[in-house]
């Protein structure tokens, strides 16, 4: 069955109204954001502002107490198969891919078996099949060497790059990143970065998660600040992270132009 509704073709996926708390502790309040074919966006603001809660949100990682998440104009219901009108969870994860902080790769197998477990698991491609396409990434992001490596044998940017590929072996509509280089030493941020701008350049639509502004202000058709657990401020990376107007927001670029 198609996934697709014609009336929403260009708009992979979309929040409606997120809400989320922890506790007695509101984290979101009514969030929208819309996420359309082939565009970057970007999500920046101060620690504890609800990015990650939110990233999290779009794939159903976390379940919002309030609002609604749609894929391809279809809403995305609670149960983790497709029932009726609505989109399964299990299906929304295998169209949206999502790239975390902290790799979270299988650390009893290679770094091939790793980009090869949801394409076999998942897709139900032959291993041949899955082997082609996991090679075929990881020489995208520079690693088809270490194809028989352990995590453990890799630096952090490399296991970084891995998980990338391994989001991408799924053939996703969507990638979300949620800050893939804060777990990195400085050096090997850049190496990560690259690997995400190329995605940019050939077209992947992403929402990032990142501290990374002038890497934001670089690849983003549009920047997102949160503030509060909500948007503050929303527009093109120079309204907002080149001219803001926003006094918050200003504030906030001041820590890095600093």
């Known amino acids: 069955m198609s996934v697709a509704s014609p009336a929403a073709a260009d708009t992979i996926l979309e929040a409606r109204g997120i809400a989320k708390s922890f506790g007695q502790l509101p984290v979101l309040k009514g969030i929208d954001l819309a996420l359309t074919a082939g565009e970057v966006v970007s999500i920046i603001g101060p620690s504890g502002s609800g990015k990650s809660t939110f ?13 609604e998440i749609r894929f391809r104009g279809r809403r995305v219901g609670a149960r983790f198969a497709d029932h009726g009108a609505e989109i399964g969870q299990g299906t929304l994860r295998r169209h949206v891919g999502m790239v975390f902080q902290h790799f979270n790769l299988f650390p009893h ?38 194809r028989d490596a352990w ?19 799924m053939q996703p509509d969507a990638l979300l990143l949620d800050e893939v280089t804060s777990a990195l030493d400085p050096e090997l941020v850049g190496e990560v970065l690259g690997v995400v701008r190329r995605l940019a350049d050939q077209g992947m639509t992403m929402a990032i ?36 107007r926003h006094e918050r927001l200003k504030a906030f670029l001041a820590r890095f132009n600093a």
């Open 151 to 169: 995590p453990a044998q890799l630096s952090g940017g490399q296991k970084q790059r891995v998980a990338i590929a391994r989001a991408l072996a």
């Open 55 to 67: 990233i999290r949100c779009m794939n159903m990682l976390e379940r919002p107490d309030a609002g």
């Open 109 to 146: 197998r290679t770094v091939l078996q790793n980009v090869t477990e949801g394409p076999t698991v998942v897709l139900g491609q032959s291993q041949k099949e899955a082997e082609a396409v996991a090679m075929d990434y990881l020489a995208q992001v520079g690693l088809a060497d270490k």
């Open 209 to 244: 998660v990142t501290h990374e502004i002038s890497f934001a202000a670089e690849v983003s058709d549009r920047v997102v600040f949160m503030e509060g657990g909500v948007i503050a401020a929303e527009g093109s990376p120079q309204e907002i992270c080149r001219e803001p």
